[in-house]
């Protein structure tokens, strides 16, 4: 079997990642309704664990990279928004050009780097995810609890260590455009920037979809084959073919 994966580019290497069909789509847009911002980190935990094989691996960086990569084969590289009453159009290819601090936060013999979850309600939770040396020995491959673990047994404060990461990841924003700016660290700022930038009216993707039962026969299972894409290239070339038919006719 030939598998059609993409190639995204991370500062780990190489990942690869398969298309969501407009079925998927469909169902992510509509867990995308929900404003807790719990469902949404589940919603692109479920869009990232179906499109890549290895999606435990990823942190938050490497997940924002990827789900913009996704969100652009979907809909393209563009996206349109206002701005002081202006239209303004942000090529969302330029955003993964960004390096996006990922440097390591020493705190005494402890070392931090990015947390894994796009949101972390408990702030215990995000210094452990964010613990990955203890007096330089490896700890990523332990889980967020055992970790946790490690820490409890040590003299450190938890508290200090929360806010020392918190002071050093709120420095850590990115350009989108002129003054507006995102920080990946921040799990408000995050989800809602994806949020946005994923998401399509569910109204138009249901008319789209019945637009395509209509007039190009298709059935519920073919909805899970396809692309959101392929169906529009299929909808253009059959307008496309009705348009030079009515001008044969009209001229015969």
Avoid at 9 to 25: H, N
Avoid at 196 to 216: K, M, R, W
Wanted: glycine share 2%; hydrophobic share 35%; net charge negative.
């Amino acid at each position: 079997m030939i598998d059609n994966l993409i190639p995204v580019q991370l500062p780990r290497g190489t990942i690869y990642f398969r298309e969501p069909t407009f079925y998927e789509y469909k169902n992510i847009c509509k867990m995308l309704i929900s404003s807790d911002n719990e469902h949404i980190n589940n919603c692109f935990n479920i869009l990232l664990d179906s499109c890549i094989a290895d999606s435990k691996s990823l942190d938050i960086i490497d997940k924002f990279k990827c789900i913009i990569n996704i969100r652009n084969t979907i809909l393209g590289n563009e996206i349109v928004f206002l701005q002081d009453g202006k239209r303004i159009t942000l090529d969302l290819s330029t955003v993964l050009d960004k390096d996006i601090d990922n440097s390591d936060i020493e705190h005494s013999t402890l070392t931090f780097n990015a947390p894994v979850d796009l949101h972390i309600s408990a702030y215990d939770g995000l210094i452990a995810q964010c613990l990955t040396k203890v007096n330089g020995i490896n700890v990523r491959d332990l889980t967020p609890d055992e970790r946790l673990k490690i820490l409890n047994e040590t003299s450190f404060s938890l508290t200090e260590i929360y806010q020392k990461l918190h002071l050093n990841f709120k420095k850590r924003s990115i350009r989108l455009f002129r003054d507006i700016e995102l920080n990946v660290y921040n799990s408000n700022e995050l989800l809602q920037f994806l949020k946005n930038v994923f998401q399509e009216d569910l109204s138009g993707i249901l008319n789209f979809e019945y637009t395509c039962i209509q007039n190009i026969n298709l059935k519920a299972v073919d909805f899970k084959t396809y692309t959101y894409p392929e169906l529009k290239i299929f909808l253009n070339y059959l307008h496309k073919e009705r348009q030079e038919n009515g001008k044969d006719t009209t001229e015969a």
